[in-house]
């Protein structure tokens, strides 16, 4: 990309300097920056501390650990016994009348349990970074 020559352009891409600085009058400028500064520790386990302080908690594994267990739960649920019994009770299969009773059965027990698991699985989802009223930190 060619650069541009401007009067204005006090400090820019010449200089390699982390700031721009912009003339707007004879005695205005405009500095524009954008730093970043890490954590200056020399030891990786107090640099994610530092820097993650809530990520790698045990509360926060505990927490996320189990809304991910009961969504993976779910996903067994829905996949495993809901979908192939509404599959036979929607005629997809073909299914005796007995076998469609079972089948309803099955997948409104395995429905009720998502609806159960549900609740716990949202709170554990938004309770691992902004806290559950029932597990101490």
């Not at 509404?86 to 997809?92: A, E, V």
Request: charged letters at 15%; a neutral charge.
């Amino acid at each position: 990309m060619p650069r541009i020559a401007n009067p204005n352009v006090l400090v820019g891409f010449d200089t390699a300097d982390d700031a721009g600085v912009y003339r707007l009058s004879a005695d205005l400028a405009l500095v524009q920056t954008i730093d970043f500064f890490t954590p200056i520790v020399d030891d990786p386990f107090t640099f994610g501390a530092i820097a993650d302080p809530q990520g790698h908690t045990p509360y926060y594994l505990r927490v996320i650990g189990t809304g991910a267990w009961l969504g993976t739960i779910m996903l067994f649920n829905v996949w495993g016994i809901i979908w192939p019994n509404q599959k036979k009770i929607l005629g997809i299969v073909v299914a005796t009348d007995e076998q469609k009773a079972a089948a309803r059965k099955s997948a409104g027990m395995a429905s009720r349990v998502n609806f159960l698991l549900s609740i716990p699985m949202i709170m554990c989802m938004a309770g691992a970074t902004h806290g559950l009223p029932f597990i101490g930190r």
